[in-house]
C-alpha cells in the first residue's frame, strides 16, 4: 500500500494567503470602526442638544444653583454674563460644542472645577475596576461554561445555568450593596468606599476594587459561560470528534474528548 504525500505549498502561496488574511480582518476592522463612527457622531449630537434643550426650556439658572437661593439678582445676573449663560442658546450649545472638538468640555456649574480634570481624575478609578471586572468574568465563565459542558445534564449542569440566569438579570448597582453590606459591614473583609491608586500598593488597590469589579462582573460571568457551554456541547457533538473517540484518538474519557471540542470550538466563527 502507497500513500501519497501531498504536495508542499510555496513559501509565495502561503505568504500571499497570509497577506490576503490580514488585509480582510483589517477591512472588517475599518467597517466596524467606521460603522461605530457612524453611529456615535448623531447620537452623541442629538443628546447634547436636547440636554441643552432641556435646560434652556427649564428656566432654572445654574448660576443661582452655585450662589443660593438667598442670591440677588445682580449676582444672578453677573454669574450668568460670566458664564455667557446671558447669550441665545443656539450660539452657546455651538460654543460648547468647539470646545468639546478643541479638548474643552467646560466648567462644572456646580463646584466651578474643570470638567476635563474631572474626569481625567475619575478615569483611573473607572478603567482599574472594568479591567478587573473583565478578567473575574472572563475566568469565572470561563470556568463554569466548562464544567457544565463536561457534566451536561446533570445536576451540575442544571445548577450552574440556573446561577448563570440569575445573575445575568440582577442589576449591578444591587450586587453592589449586597456585597458591601456583606463583606465590608458585616465582615469587614473588604472597605466599603474609597480608592487607592496601584503605585501606593497593591494589595489596598485590589482590596478597594474587587466589590464593585464583582459587581461589574456578573454579566460577563453569564454571558460567557453561557455561550462557551453551548460552543463545546455543538463541537462535541460533531462527527469528528465522534469518530475520534470511536478510533481511541482521543484518550482520557469525556474530559479529552471535550478538550478536542473546546480547541474546535476555539477557532470556529461564532454563529450567527
Given at each position: 500500500?502507497?500513500?501519497?504525500?501531498?504536495?508542499?505549498?510555496?513559501?509565495?502561496?502561503?505568504?500571499?494567503?497570509?497577506?490576503?488574511g490580514a488585509r480582510?480582518?483589517?477591512?472588517?476592522?475599518?467597517?466596524?470602526?467606521?460603522?461605530?463612527?457612524?453611529?456615535?457622531?448623531?447620537?452623541?449630537?442629538?443628546?447634547?442638544?436636547?440636554?441643552?434643550?432641556?435646560?434652556?426650556?427649564?428656566?432654572?439658572?445654574?448660576?443661582?444653583?452655585?450662589?443660593?437661593?438667598?442670591?440677588?439678582?445682580?449676582?444672578?445676573?453677573?454669574?450668568?454674563?460670566?458664564?455667557?449663560?446671558?447669550?441665545?442658546?443656539?450660539?452657546?450649545?455651538?460654543?460648547?460644542?468647539?470646545?468639546?472638538?478643541?479638548?474643552?468640555?467646560?466648567?462644572?456649574?456646580?463646584?466651578?472645577?474643570?470638567?476635563?480634570?474631572?474626569?481625567?481624575?475619575?478615569?483611573?478609578?473607572?478603567?482599574s475596576v472594568a479591567?478587573?471586572?473583565?478578567?473575574?468574568?472572563?475566568?469565572?465563565?470561563?470556568?463554569?461554561?466548562?464544567?457544565?459542558?463536561?457534566?451536561?445534564?446533570?445536576?451540575?449542569?442544571?445548577?450552574?445555568?440556573?446561577?448563570?440566569?440569575?445573575?445575568?438579570?440582577?442589576?449591578?448597582?444591587?450586587?453592589?450593596?449586597?456585597?458591601?453590606?456583606?463583606?465590608?459591614?458585616?465582615?469587614?473583609?473588604?472597605?466599603?468606599?474609597?480608592?487607592?491608586?496601584?503605585?501606593?500598593?497593591?494589595?489596598?488597590?485590589?482590596?478597594?476594587?474587587?466589590?464593585?469589579?464583582?459587581?461589574?462582573?456578573?454579566?460577563?460571568?453569564?454571558?460567557?459561560?453561557?455561550?462557551?457551554?453551548?460552543?463545546?456541547?455543538?463541537?462535541?457533538?460533531?462527527?469528528?470528534?465522534?469518530?475520534?473517540?470511536?478510533?481511541?484518538?482521543?484518550?482520557?474519557?469525556?474530559?479529552?474528548?471535550?478538550?478536542?471540542?473546546?480547541?474546535?470550538?476555539?477557532?470556529?466563527?461564532?454563529?450567527?
Open positions: 500500500m502507497t500513500t501519497t504525500e501531498a504536495p508542499a505549498t510555496p513559501p509565495d502561496v502561503r505568504h500571499r494567503v497570509a497577506t490576503t480582510h480582518t483589517v477591512g472588517r476592522v475599518l467597517v466596524t470602526l467606521a460603522r461605530s463612527i457612524a453611529i456615535f457622531v448623531p447620537v452623541f449630537l442629538v443628546a447634547t442638544f436636547v440636554t441643552f434643550a432641556l435646560r434652556s426650556l427649564s428656566g432654572l439658572s445654574p448660576a443661582r444653583i452655585q450662589l443660593g437661593e438667598e442670591a440677588t439678582p445682580e449676582a444672578v445676573a453677573r454669574v450668568e454674563a460670566q458664564w455667557g449663560l446671558n447669550r441665545p442658546f443656539l450660539v452657546q450649545y455651538a460654543d460648547w460644542l468647539g470646545g468639546v472638538l478643541h479638548g474643552q468640555l467646560g466648567t462644572s456649574w456646580t463646584n466651578g472645577a474643570d470638567i476635563s480634570t474631572l474626569i481625567g481624575l475619575g478615569l483611573g478609578v473607572s478603567l479591567f478587573f471586572a473583565l478578567i473575574i468574568g472572563v475566568v469565572a465563565g470561563f470556568g463554569l461554561g466548562t464544567l457544565a459542558a463536561l457534566r451536561r445534564t446533570t445536576w451540575v449542569d442544571r445548577a450552574i445555568t440556573g446561577f448563570v440566569t440569575v445573575i445575568s438579570v440582577m442589576p449591578a448597582f444591587v450586587v453592589g450593596i449586597v456585597l458591601v453590606a456583606v463583606f465590608a459591614v458585616g465582615l469587614h473583609v473588604f472597605p466599603s468606599a474609597g480608592y487607592v491608586p496601584a503605585a501606593q500598593g497593591v494589595g489596598p488597590w485590589l482590596a478597594h476594587i474587587t466589590l464593585p469589579a464583582v459587581a461589574l462582573s456578573f454579566d460577563v460571568v453569564a454571558d460567557v459561560a453561557r455561550q462557551l457551554r453551548t460552543s463545546l456541547i455543538a463541537a462535541y457533538r460533531e462527527n469528528y470528534v465522534t469518530g475520534a473517540v470511536v478510533r481511541g484518538s482521543v484518550r482520557g474519557g469525556s474530559s479529552s474528548a471535550m478538550c478536542c471540542a473546546t480547541d474546535s470550538a476555539r477557532h470556529s466563527p461564532p454563529s450567527a
